[in-house]
């Protein structure tokens, strides 16, 4: 399966297994197993590079068993195929978005009118208080 024009993942790491849906079908639902189930085993990917590999984990890590597999299913449609390409759709969308780096955050630092902005602020709600208390109680 071909991510984008340099990455591609070999067929033979992708697994199917297929189940009765529960989605739309009619009579049909209860003869035909149209869920289509893509197990990926992350461990045996050569393909794809390791800091994208461990982002890929930390987004994913409630998809991927404790055998290291990749578990996307789709039952939406009614036939085994459509289910089957939303299911690859889903990984490439995936994969893509483990491949680009997060930015780096910059620590920044208020800027000098917000502080004075702030500081007038409480003071001006300090004066508030002060006028609300009364000197005879």
Do not use: Y
Not at 21 to 39: D, E, F, Y
Not at 97 to 108: D, G, M, V
């Amino acid at each position: 399966m071909r991510i984008t024009d340099t990455l591609e993942v070999p067929d033979d790491e992708l697994a199917w297994t297929f189940a009765r849906s529960g989605g739309p079908g009619g009579q049909n639902v209860n003869k035909v197993n149209s869920r289509a189930v893509l197990h990926w085993a992350l461990a045996r990917n050569t393909s794809l590079p390791e800091e994208a590999r461990g982002r890929l984990r930390a987004r994913e890590k409630n998809r991927i068993t404790a055998l290291g597999e990749l578990l996307l299913q789709s039952q939406q449609h009614r036939t085994q195929e459509r289910n089957r390409e939303e299911c690859l759709t889903r990984l490439r969308e995936i994969i893509v978005a483990s491949l680009t780096a997060p930015k780096k955050r910059r620590p920044t630092k208020p800027t000098r009118g917000s502080k004075m902005r702030r500081l007038a602020d409480k003071k001006a709600r300090s004066h508030v208080k002060q006028q609300r208390r009364g000197g005879e109680g």
